[in-house]
């Protein structure tokens, strides 16, 4: 399976030319070692990036455009005087460990950014193929293995995300500890664009990709959390389980007589496993339920709506105010906003009942009210009797 990842290390040693261009020497990019990977339901994937493979790879960064951020998509012949502040030269090699190569960075803003704090790491955009083979690589298990590594870019990135504590020298420092960002729990991928794009993040969701805004990708992360609160009662459940059954064991091999007492605690046990199998149903559906609305209701919202921190409620509210925006929801109910957003969303994009939301034109032989404003209506009247 072929899949994108961004390593991140410190900017180094580095200096400013006569004719005002960054040079970066021997900066390390990535290193082998084991990564924790964590996907939606809990479970952690743990990706080794081996020295023989990371070397198979290094050729593959030589001569690499430099980027500001990572744009939204790879960088090409096609689009590199959009996206290149620079490059890298052609000595990339690996010493003690760690990648590193020399680039130098000709764009005046990228350099200001660098020198004022702003962008303080670099971080490279490589594809890789993830073959699951376990094994052990300096005293640490891992359960697959990054190969086929093939250099695209190298994003010059804002410092402190993720938790992420290094801090960059300023220019001409001589210590250079490397350091490799590992993406935030449940993202396999992160693609941005300062170019005006949309930030996008690939999100892993019961096995599956999928790609949201960071905004939304944040509040599904939030939704995920909450899931993952219910993990210390999921283990009491599976505790409460292995005793009862113990239990019923120790009951057997005594040839007990009280059948009766078995059968209880076999009941007991049962019902457990069942609340335990309710319980992540449960959750899987609240998680799944949220990435679909959030996906819908993307289609009917500004690019800029930030989902983070709404409820269901607030998103659903959101889409039906963007279409109708006279309709007051404040004193209704979950059923009236659940009704109405589901009529807008049958309807086509931008055009309800005939009205161009946009323009606010009713279009010549179609009735001037939608079928938002009639749910609207029949619902106020089935309310008064």
């Known amino acids: 399976m072929q899949v994108t990842r961004y390593d991140r290390a410190e900017i180094t040693d580095s200096h400013l030319t006569d004719e ?10 990535s290193r082998s070692g084991v990564f924790p990977y964590y996907f939606a339901d809990g479970t952690m994937l743990r990706e080794a990036k081996l020295p023989n493979d990371l070397q198979d790879g290094v050729d593959s960064f030589n001569n690499k455009p430099v980027t500001n ?9 096609d689009n590199i005087s959009k996206y290149s502040v620079g490059m890298t030269h052609s000595n990339a090699h690996m010493q003690d460990g760690k990648m590193v190569v020399d680039m130098t960075i000709t764009d005046p803003t990228t350099i200001k950014e660098i020198h004022d704090g702003k962008r303080r790491e670099l971080s490279i955009g490589f594809k890789a193929d993830v073959e699951k083979r376990p094994g052990e690589f300096q005293g640490q298990h891992y359960d697959a293995v990054q190969t086929n590594i093939q250099g695209n870019h190298v994003a010059v990135v804002s410092a402190g995300r993720a938790g992420h504590d290094v801090r960059v020298p300023h220019f001409d420092s001589k210590e250079s500890p490397v350091a490799t960002e590992i993406m935030d729990a449940g993202y396999a991928g992160n693609l941005s664009d300062d170019k005006g794009g949309k930030i996008l993040k690939t999100m892993i969701i019961d096995g599956k990709p999928y790609e949201l805004a960071e905004d939304a990708a944040a509040a599904v992360q939030a939704e995920q959390n909450k899931a993952t609160t219910g993990a ?20 057997k091999s005594e040839k007990s007589d009280s059948q009766d007492k078995i059968s209880a605690n076999q009941a007991k046990a049962d019902a457990a496993q069942s609340e335990l199998q309710n319980m992540k149903d449960s959750q899987q559906a609240l998680i799944d339920a949220r990435v679909q609305l959030q996906m819908d209701a993307s289609k009917r919202l500004d690019d800029k709506f930030d989902f983070k921190g709404k409820s269901n409620r607030d998103i659903k509210a959101a889409v039906i105010l963007a279409n109708h925006k006279d309709l007051k929801l404040d004193d209704k109910d979950d059923v009236y906003v659940d009704g109405a957003y589901s009529l807008i969303m049958a309807e086509k994009p931008k055009s309800i009942g005939g009205i161009d939301v946009q323009a606010g034109q009713h279009q010549d032989g179609e009735d001037p009210k939608s079928a938002a404003y009639k749910f609207a209506h029949a619902y106020e009247i089935a309310n008064q009797e």
């Open 20 to 29: 005002g261009y960054l040079d970066i020497k021997a900066c390390p990019i």
């Open 69 to 77: 951020e990572h744009p939204n998509e790879f960088v090409t012949a």
């Open 232 to 251: 210390s009662s999921l283990e009491e459940a599976n505790k409460t389980i292995a005793a009862l059954k113990k239990q019923i064991e120790s009951l």
